[in-house]
């Protein structure tokens, strides 16, 4: 029967059949909707409710709405996602500067305490260590004045090998009186050409053909990892060599020390047609050492002279690009220089200057001398100086930096070599002494963090004496390390959408 109008039913009602197409004794058991059903009007469930396809509700539930629901979820997601990822990017920025103050710390912390002997090498009478790298090796030629027969002897190459931790010989090369030996590249395109020059200053001929005016200049072989002869250059009692460019050219400088067959001059030789050709001759007198380098796009080059000369003492040079030559615009006071040597300080080349001896009125050599600093003046455009360092019979400087600081080494003939560390308006302070005997110049060489100091030995008083290098010893090095605190996962980019 069908009613047309609304019908209350006060009690129970048996139905027999199906109510709007729906068994509801079937219900009753299997309450499961089994096809796309539409409910029209509000239902109310008693039990638990499983949804086992897609649902699609217009509507609210329990007077909420789900699809707000959905949108402040998404909401809430990319919030956190963005604010967690900006917070883990500035905790990484933080942990950042922690690992940069660490290392800032240590290396201000760092200070050489001293030096153990690391090795000795048998040479008879060495002059100077030249280290060096090619191709990740570590090289240190060593300058061997003599042996018992004379001038004309051989002087060692070794090279740095990793599993002993030792220098191990791998060639030698014939030379005349060696000084020192200088390392240097020229760049063609994407190659390195390197090479190495050896200043001679022995004044007779060699019985295998080696005249006293000759230094040698030797080339790289990467294929046979040894150096070979390139080439002679006209040198006069050679002590030092350097390098250095000017525009795309490269010149090597020469000190000569024998003023009678040099003439009174040292020469600059030029890189041309795969030649170094003679290009300019400097004035000096019995020339020690050479140093050179660039400030404020100028070129200096600075002789140390062991004459007492007014005008040939200490003197510095600039190139004049427009008269294309260079030019003396100082003279330092020295007394029988041995050495100069610069380093730059707050943005300002500073010399460093070795006095030897001076001759006293009897004719006796005074050897209780000074190391002297001077500090480039922008507004009086020459070397002003700040420090005097009292030092005896030195023979020998070398500058070096380690992490924070500039360290200062220098050879007391014969004794010692001291190393200092620069303390601001201090400057120089002595930090250790090295005991060498038969000390004549230092090398410092830096192999895997670690620093060395080799010494050429070549008593005034024995022969055969070995030379060293020793190995120094930090302290205050050591700090907590906070590596954990820095290792951050980041997010996963499916986690909150955009």
Same mark, same amino acid.
């Given at each position: ?329 100082? +003279? =330092? @006071?020295?007394?029988? /220089?041995?050495? %100069? ?5 707050? !943005?300002?080349?500073? #010399?460093?200057? *070795? ?77 250790? +002494? =090295? @005991?060498?005997?038969? /000390?004549?110049? %230092? ?5 895997? !963090?670690?620093?060395? #100091?080799?010494? *050429? ?42």
């Amino acid at each position: 029967k069908n009613f047309q109008d609304q019908v209350v039913i006060q009690g129970d009602v048996m139905v027999h059949g199906q109510v709007t197409g729906q068994d509801l004794v079937k219900l009753m058991v299997d309450p499961r909707l089994s096809s796309d059903q539409t409910i029209y009007g509000d239902v109310v469930f008693l039990a638990d409710v499983v949804f086992q396809q897609e649902v699609v509700i217009h509507g609210t539930v329990n007077g909420i709405s789900l699809d707000m629901v959905t949108q402040d979820q998404q909401t809430c997601y990319n919030t956190v996602y963005h604010q967690t990822r900006k917070l883990q990017e500035q905790a990484q920025q933080q942990c950042q500067d922690i690992s940069t103050l660490l290392v800032s710390a240590r290396d201000a912390m760092e200070v050489i305490h001293h030096f153990v002997l690391a090795q000795s090498f048998p040479i008879y009478a060495a002059r100077s260590f030249q280290s060096f790298h090619i191709d990740g090796t570590t090289w240190l030629a060593a300058a061997n004045l003599r042996d018992d027969n004379g001038f004309c002897t051989t002087s060692p190459l070794y090279t740095w090998d990793v599993t002993t931790s030792q220098f191990v010989q791998t060639d030698s090369k014939l030379t005349n009186g060696a000084s020192t030996w200088h390392h240097f590249s020229i760049t063609e395109g994407d190659h390195h050409r390197h090479f190495l020059v050896m200043a001679n200053q022995a004044l007779q001929s060699c019985s295998e053909g080696l005249s006293p005016d000759v230094s040698q200049l030797f080339e790289y072989n990467p294929n046979f990892k040894n150096f070979t002869l390139h080439q002679n250059l006209t040198t006069y009692g050679a002590k030092d060599f350097v390098s250095f460019c000017l525009g795309t050219d490269t010149y090597l400088a020469v000190a000569n020390s024998d003023d009678i067959r040099g003439g009174g001059m040292s020469t600059i030789f030029v890189w041309e047609n795969q030649q170094f050709q003679l290009h300019w001759s400097i004035p000096t007198a019995g020339a020690q050492a050479v140093d050179t380098f660039e400030h404020n796009g100028t070129q200096f080059l600075v002789y140390a002279n062991s004459k007492l000369l007014d005008d040939l003492q200490t003197q510095v040079f600039v190139y004049d690009a427009q008269q294309m030559e260079f030019r003396a615009i100082q +003279t =330092i @006071p020295t007394s029988s /220089a041995a050495d %100069v040597a610069h380093f730059v300080l707050a !943005g300002l080349p500073h #010399l460093v200057v *070795a006095d030897m001896y001076e001759v006293g009125l009897d004719g006796i050599n005074n050897y209780n001398m000074h190391i002297k600093v001077y500090r480039w003046s922008q507004r009086r455009s020459e070397f002003v100086w700040t420090q005097t360092m009292h030092f005896e019979a030195a023979s020998d400087v070398a500058v070096f930096y380690r992490k924070n600081d500039i360290y200062l080494a220098a050879v007391s003939l014969n004794t010692a070599v001291m190393v200092y560390r620069h303390e601001g308006v201090s400057g120089f302070l002595p930090v250790v +002494t =090295i @005991p060498a005997h038969g /000390a004549r110049s %230092v090398q410092p060489l830096s192999i895997n !963090g670690h620093l060395f #100091l080799a010494i *050429a030995q070549d008593p005034l008083d024995t022969t055969g004496q070995n030379s060293s290098i020793f190995k120094a010893v930090m302290t205050g090095a050591s700090l907590e390390s906070v590596g954990d605190l820095c290792e951050t996962s980041w997010l996963n980019g499916a986690v909150g959408l955009d």
